[in-house]
């Protein structure tokens, strides 16, 4: 129960009116907040597309849930493109509020926030071109520990991409082909045993709808090589490009100029200061991860 005393210290948010091209957020931000569009329109810009409308906001809508509340780093910029009402809820105000709530309450604010995540995520990575990449990047968002009732998955996936539930239900047992998603009991539910499996997968279709070949399968014997070598090393391992040839060639690679140069496409370094190149271990695995699972991949399992 709350007291009156405590009543006293609950914070209530902030109404503002904000005049178009205001931006109301960014990852830039030091404090988190959640936003409600009361009235107007905002619009979500993705600082690494040079700030490419990725998705709007309309009234009613709101944004920062899981920077506020999971603390979760903030990805877009949120605009205004129009005159427009908004109410801030920042940490303080949520922290007032929530201490009149009863913990299961807590745990479903959570839960539907997690939801809500999965579900915009799915929303803009969904490529209804494609079912199956687009069922894969769906997918891909849900714990591998979560049994999911495979009707209510088929419907919700269909009322986000508005694919017809025949086309979605071939794409799912694609999937499940490949072993990337598992039935249980009499198939009314399902399991995701990989999702990062899932989100590899859909990029090697995405590859193929734009005819281009896919770079971890194009790996020669010695490229593979130097990647299982390359595993075995300290994530943000760091030597300039001298270096990392005298490297591979001390463990009896040849490596030439022009070999070391198509290594670098793989994208298994990241350039740091001093001409310096660091070793991406979740590039690596990527690829190991990969070539691992070819075959369901490929769908010749």
Known sequence: MVTGDSRKKLIPPTQL?????FVVSSPQDEDKKIILLNEGELVALDPKENNKVAFKIHPGNLVGVGALLERE????????TVDSSITIIN?????????????????????????TRRINESMRSAKTNNPLASLASFCKFFKGDEFLQTKALLQEFSWLTKTPIPTATEALKALIRRKLVVFHGDKSC?????????????????AKDLDKPWLPFCLTLQQKRILVLLSTLENGTSKDSTDWIAFFKERHFEMSVADWLQIQQFEWFVEKGNHLLSLDLAKINYFETALKYEQNIKGTV
């Open 190 to 206: 399902l399991s995701i045993p990989n999702a990062d499996l899932l989100g590899i997968f859909a990029d090697y279709q995405k």
């Open 91 to 115: 940490d303080e105000c949520m922290e007032s509020e929530l201490k009149s709530l009863p913990v299961w309450l807590l745990a479903v604010i959570k839960a539907i926030s997690a939801r």
């Open 73 to 80: 780093p903030v990805r877009y910029i949120f605009q205004a």
């Open 17 to 21: 009116r904000v005049k178009a091209g």
